[in-house]
Every structure is written in structure tokens, then in C-alpha cells.
DNA sequence: CTGTTAAGTACATAAAAATGTACTACGTCA
DNA sequence: TGACGTAGTACATTTTTATGTACTTAACAG
């Protein structure tokens, strides 16, 4: 998913006047080939790197921290850092990515309906 | 937004057997820069090509008909063409995109409680 | 006969996103 | 001393998306 902004949301870049600023803003939010997955992945509990990679499966390490660290970035997911070795960093939900979770479970629900009719 | 598969939704590229079957159908349904903008437009009522494209702004032809082209080959919109020259051309959505508004609805709200707070 | 119009198409190009490979840090275990 | 494991980082490269420019079609107005 291409982001309307490259690089976060820029208000400038899409006008508040626009009428579509708030479908816009949590798309840009969402955007990104895996970021539906992740938080639908947090949605029951907290996970933690290694958990995540090895759910998604096919994801690169650096793809799958870029995500993590824009979705930390814009406020939806918490990081909370271990001091052990070897490191444990666990990622959940904040209350705004909390609020995600309706449209989550709205989608799942679509995809469900009509996703698996191809079969 | 990046599509989890390239060209459509492959079942073989996200094995129905994935937890997250569902909103990854969903995800690759509603990804492209503005197909969340588009469908939201689409909501109220149909809109001609010209309407779409010029209520969008920025978005180039190419863009466009691509984006429109994947939304009808999806199932979630209707393209109308009446045999007149100059064309006319109009599309709407269909009842399975009707199924989105709730989605679209639930993210528009979203982004009007958090997105305006950076103001 | 020519220009105008809407909704495209075709193709080359640019920009953005994702990937692969290699490398790091640091305590613990043997 | 040296390998192990987790959660990364860095960087070059590939893949995917989006863009820009030019061209098309056919009826109608002048």
C-alpha cells in the first residue's frame, strides 16, 4: 500500500480542506504491505519480534522492524524493551491502536464472506 | 499500500490455511493509493470518471482507470457506459462494496478523532 | 474540414516499498 | 575461549506502484 505521504502524514500534503482527511489519515496509517497483519497478530495479546517474524512467515527482518517502528511512530503500538541478553522487546497495542480493532474485525469479516468464495 | 500478491489474490500465495486469511483478502482488496479515497466518494452516490478524477486532483489518468480497473475486476464496483460521444462513463458500487462503507465509515471516523489532533 | 469533448490506452520513467545478505551487540553456556 | 540467540542495523538491489506525455475514438458544432 503506497501512502498518500512518503514519509508520514503530512498535513500540508493532504489538505485539511479535503474532504477525505479522515479516510486518508488512517490509511496512510495503515499502509504497508503487512501492517493489517500485525496489528490483527497484537490484537489478542502482546508479542513479542520473534513471534511476529516467524507468524508473517515471509517478511524480512528489515521490513518487518520498518513497519513496526511506524506503526510505534504513529502512536498505534507500544515497544517495550527487556535489558536481557539475548534482547526481548514486546509490542501491544496502545488505546488508539485499540481503536483499530473495530475496523480490523470489520475486515476479517469481509474477507471471510467473500474471500473464501474463490475457492 | 502494497499488495500482499502482485496481481490479485492468489490462494496459493496466502494459503487459505493462514490465521489471517481474511483481512489479508480484505487488505489486498482495498490496496492502491486511492482506493479507500475512491470508494468513499463513490459512497453517496455514482460518480462519473471526470468527477472521480477531478475531485481527487492529484491523481493521474493512468492512476485512475488502473484503480477503477481492479475495484470492478474485485467486485466492488460497477462501471456504467452509455454509448454517447463525448463518453460517459459512470461508476458505483456494488453490493458486495456496499459491504465496505461500514469499514470506510469506522476509518473515516477514526482519522477525524486522531488525525486532526496534529493541527 | 476542423476543433472540441470524455474516457480512455500505451509506453517510458520516476518514486516508493520491500527484499536479501551481511554484520553487530552482549550476556550465558559449555 | 568460543559458539549461541534475539533483535536489530546498513546498504545495495529488486519489485511494485504511480506518474507524465502523447495518442485515440466518434459524434457534434461551427
New binding site residues.
Given amino acids: 500500500?503506497?501512502?498518500i505521504?512518503?514519509?508520514g502524514f503530512d498535513k500540508e500534503c493532504i489538505k485539511e480542506q479535503r474532504e477525505f482527511y479522515g479516510i486518508a489519515y488512517t490509511q496512510n496509517l495503515l499502509?504497508?504491505?503487512?501492517?493489517y497483519v500485525i496489528l490483527w497478530f497484537l490484537k489478542s495479546k502482546e508479542r513479542?519480534?520473534?513471534?511476529i517474524?516467524a507468524f508473517l512467515g515471509?517478511?524480512?527482518?528489515?521490513?518487518?522492524?520498518?513497519?513496526?517502528?511506524e506503526l510505534e511512530t504513529d502512536g498505534v503500538i507500544n515497544?517495550k524493551?527487556?535489558p536481557?541478553?539475548?534482547?526481548?522487546?514486546?509490542?501491544s497495542l496502545t488505546s488508539k491502536g485499540e481503536e483499530l480493532i473495530p475496523i480490523i474485525d470489520l475486515m476479517e469479516e469481509f474477507g471471510k464472506k467473500f474471500g473464501e468464495q474463490v475457492d
Fill in positions: 500500500m503506497s501512502r505521504c512518503k514519509d499502509s504497508g504491505r503487512w501492517k513479542r519480534y520473534s513471534e517474524k515471509d517478511i524480512s527482518q528489515g521490513s518487518l522492524t520498518k513497519q513496526l517502528r515497544r524493551v527487556y536481557e541478553v539475548p534482547p526481548r522487546v514486546e509490542y
